[in-house]
């Protein structure tokens, strides 16, 4: 029998089993098969899009009867290859983008219930309606899922006050490898009946059983926003500001990015018609944001702050949004500039973190390695540091072959792993694993840990049926 006809086999048993509407073959499989940067693109026996969770169940078994594995998708913004399959005649994407309903919010418990195909601006969106905040903030956050948020683990802008997904997360629905349904739906803020199953799911990246429902913790709607863009002279001042902000601002800190001078010409390339908001040229410049409700007076505090760090001189300029279109303003420099840098054709993009003690010594050191080697590339550190986490970004010259800049991508991502091992750093604070960063995660997995997880694997999904590849890459046989 030929691929295409053992292809048509499956997705006719698919269809039999599952009913027509649940299945989808050819080529509108091709959308779900192409990473979000578009730089690859691979292919699936189908896509299955269930709409509840015995759909799911049911989705899970076919597969597995078949011997096809599965490899769930969210939003697929996932920037690490988790979501897209690598073995197209073998694997079956199950996609969460038709279980978008809201179970339930409720105000006096601070806490919702959400189907894993919920979009997370929209879920922030009905939540802020009934005057509550979630607090997981991203830049993807019009097209990434719940599910997707909970399977990665997602960090995000707010990780500094409200903490990554994880801590956000109250309970989880789980369709298991065998098709059986873990239902720890929870909204206790308090449960220490022994080990916390549900923690064994979230950052697992789909390798355990698929995510259906999600309950979270909500915050109030922080009603007072203040947000300001600062030029300071260095890294090393930008985290002493950091330190200083985590003790004066009283813990309402909910954002602390930092940006180089190269941030306003990339996202001026991408958003040309942007305005300048400094006059100045600084060497480093940091996007503040001290939010709150009640009776605390946000403004006055980031006004009092700026004041008394801009006299001290550790601020050089700055400029507080006098609205919430000019805080919008300040915050598309940091987004545009990713796609300014996306504008500039394939590029090494790194999510790293170090203790924050030794942030700005880590990037000097690898930024002059990069530089030792690749004197014709340009390194672009940016992120979330005030959580230790940058994005240490290496472009190389646009107009050179396509093997020349792959070439140049891999001797940037060596040079900067050998220095990140010397802090030991992470080669992923935020985005997982997936199957983009596996031989990277797998050269430096000790071995006991290893042997951990491979047990965990084969204890939960014996068959290997939850996709296969990412993460580690643990054989049937093993
Ligand atoms: C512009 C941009 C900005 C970003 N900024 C950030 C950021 O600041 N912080 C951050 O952490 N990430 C960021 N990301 C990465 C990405 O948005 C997050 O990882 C997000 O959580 C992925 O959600 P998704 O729904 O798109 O998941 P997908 O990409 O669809 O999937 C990601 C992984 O989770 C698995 N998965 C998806 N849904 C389920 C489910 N229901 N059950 C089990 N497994 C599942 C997939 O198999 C895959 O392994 C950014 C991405 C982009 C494009």
Redesign the pocket.
Known sequence: MSGAEETQRYVESLARELGADMVLAGESVERYCRD?HGDVTTGAVAVLRPRTTEDVSAAVKACAALGLSI?????????VL??TPDQPTRQVVVS?ERMTRIRRIDADDFSAVVE?GCILSEFKDAVAREGMFFPLA???QG???I???V??N????NVLRYGMTRELVLGLEVVLPDGSIFDGLSTLRKDNRGIDLKQLFIGA??TLG??TAVSVKLTPEPDQVATALLGLNSLDDAIALFRRARRDCCDLMSAFEFMPPLAFVLAREAIPDLAMPIAGDYRAYVLLEISGSGLVDIADLMERFLGAVMEEGLVADGVIASSQGQARNLWLFREGM?EGQAKRGPHLRTDLSVPLSRLADFVRDAEKAVADVLPDCVCVSYGHVGDGNVHLNVLPPGDLPRAEIDARIYKAKTAINEVLDTYQGSISA???I?RLKRADYITRLPAVRRELLTALKSAIDPTFVM?PG?QLNIERSS
């Not at 997602?154 to 802008?157: E, H, L, Q, S, Y």
């Open positions: 979000w490899v769930p998708q969210g939003g697929n913004t996932g920037l988790g979501a969460l894993a991203l830049g993807a097209s990434c899922r599910g997707g948020n399977s990665t997602a960090g995000g802008i990246e789909g698929i995510v990713n935020e985005h997982g997936g996709n990412c």
